[in-house]
């Protein structure tokens, strides 16, 4: 599995020692408020979803990175490409751990992974899928240059969904 650096973040395959902070990450009500189906996980239910993501990566050729920050070696969250089966299209999305909120690392993780998206993978687009309340994360993915195109009904939930075309992201 792919390994990408950027100026201050190491996104790279998850190991099995990411578990305890993974764990936590999913426990937080705050991260988890607009993820997946809005609820914490048990430290049982983030293993499973920790070892989906590295199964995607063997299914598809690309996935989800456990995102480290280089000056400290420490988990910060998760940041890639998905696109299981029944999504709308390829996704760029993210999680952090909330101490990392803030700082910029989402959107420099985000970068690193539509520059490998629309570089060597050749998607022509991307999309995020965005709980509507989720302000954070819109305002992520407009800074990446996606626009709101449609609401779609994700697994019982309404979400927005935004886009990026390859040729916009390669202008910007």
Same mark, same amino acid.
């Given at each position: ?51 989906? /993501? ?5 299914? *598809? $050729? =690309? #996935?989800?990175? +456990?995102?480290?920050?280089?000056? %400290?070696?420490? &988990? ?19 999680? /952090? ?5 803030? *700082? $910029? =690392? #989402?959107?420099? +993780?985000?970068?690193?992974?539509? %520059?490998?998206? &629309? ?28 626009? =709101? ?24």
């Amino acid at each position: 599995m792919l390994t990408l650096e950027t100026e201050r973040l190491l996104l790279r395959p998850f190991r099995d020692t990411d578990i305890d902070a993974y764990a936590v990450m999913c426990a937080d009500p705050e991260v988890m408020r607009y993820v997946g189906d809005r609820g914490v996980l048990s430290r049982d239910d983030a293993w499973r979803q920790m070892a989906m /993501l590295v199964g995607h990566w063997h299914l *598809r $050729g =690309f #996935g989800m990175w +456990a995102v480290e920050e280089r000056a %400290t070696a420490t &988990f910060v969250g998760r940041v890639g490409l998905h696109f299981p089966d029944g999504w709308p299209d390829r996704e760029v999305a993210w999680a /952090l751990a909330r101490p990392y909120w803030d *700082r $910029g =690392f #989402g959107l420099e +993780a985000a970068r690193a992974a539509l %520059t490998h998206a &629309f570089g060597p993978l050749q998607w022509q687009r991307a999309i995020s899928l965005i709980d509507p309340e989720n302000r954070r994360s819109i305002h992520l993915a407009e800074r990446l240059g996606e626009q =709101f195109e449609r609401e779609v009904d994700m697994r019982g939930h309404c979400v927005h969904l935004y886009a990026i075309a390859r040729e916009s992201w390669r202008a910007a």
